[in-house]
Antibody
Framework: QVQLKESGPGLVQPSQTLSLTCTVS????????VHWVRQPPGKGLEWMGV???????DYNSALKPRLSISRDTSKSQVFLTMNSLQTEDTGIYYC?????WGQGVMVTVSS | DVVLTQTPPTLSATIGQSVSISCRSS???????????LNWLLQRPGQPPQLLIY???RLESGVPNRFSGSGSGTDFTLKISGVEAEDLGVYYC?????????FGAGTKLELK
């Protein structure tokens, strides 16, 4: 059974760095792409980036200067790191395989 | 970046009514490999999105066949033939032909 689960701090201070982990099961990261998508409270979905099965990455052009996605295939984990966080980065962060989504993790940027 | 324009932003329907949602792209979503990577998602309140339709018209496993997708190039439509209560939520189109992937702004389906 395919599963994805996000984890990370619920609260981040402004200007600090966000680090999230997506732990997957039921499939191999070397065979499937994993995306990160976020959703500000009460708003729509924003594609952040992807780590392709081959290990390359692509990013939302607006976020690219502060966003990094990586993985540890031995642990079946995908990592999202985003620096210089601001209040507008508050929202739910989802990792997904398009066909399968995690439940998301709520991140609040506040002092 | 590709811009997806969804209409209407809100849709009010009665149970059993058939409804359609439009998704228009700022550029063709036909990939050089011949596929058109336009998907439809449903996000129920408090839930993550779920895939309904992929490659324009292919029904995801387990999705009721009252959902159907159509279109080509830059114009796409999601149709629900007989709305049921469990269909309420926000519908998004998303393209994965061109990086960066982009979502439409969403269409909220509510009960009239």
């Amino acid at each position: 059974q395919v599963q994805l689960k996000e984890s990370g701090p619920g609260l981040v201070q402004p200007s600090q760095t966000l680090s999230l982990t997506c732990t997957v099961s039921g499939f191999s990261l070397t065979s499937y792409n994993v995306h990160w998508v976020r959703q500000p409270p009460g708003k729509g979905l924003e594609w952040m980036g992807v780590i392709w099965s081959g290990g390359n990455t692509d990013y939302n052009s607006a976020l690219k200067p502060r966003l990094s996605i990586s993985r540890d295939t031995s642990k079946s984990q995908v990592f999202l790191t985003m620096n210089s966080l601001q209040t507008e980065d508050t929202g739910i962060y989802y990792c997904n395989r398009i066909r399968n989504w995690g439940q998301g993790v709520m991140v609040t940027v506040s002092s | 970046d590709v811009v997806l324009t969804q209409t209407p932003p809100t849709l009010s329907a009665t149970i059993g009514q058939s409804v359609s949602i439009s998704c228009r792209s700022s550029q063709s979503l036909l990939h050089s490999n011949g596929n058109t990577y336009l998907n439809w998602l449903l996000q129920r309140p408090g839930q993550p999105p779920q895939l309904l339709i992929y490659l324009v018209s292919r029904l995801e496993s387990g999705v009721p066949n009252r959902f159907s997708g159509s279109g080509s190039g830059t114009d796409f439509t999601l149709k629900i033939s007989g709305v049921e209560a469990e269909d309420l939520g926000v519908y998004y189109c998303v393209q994965s032909t061109h990086a960066p992937y982009t979502f439409g702004a969403g269409t909220k389906l509510e009960l009239k």
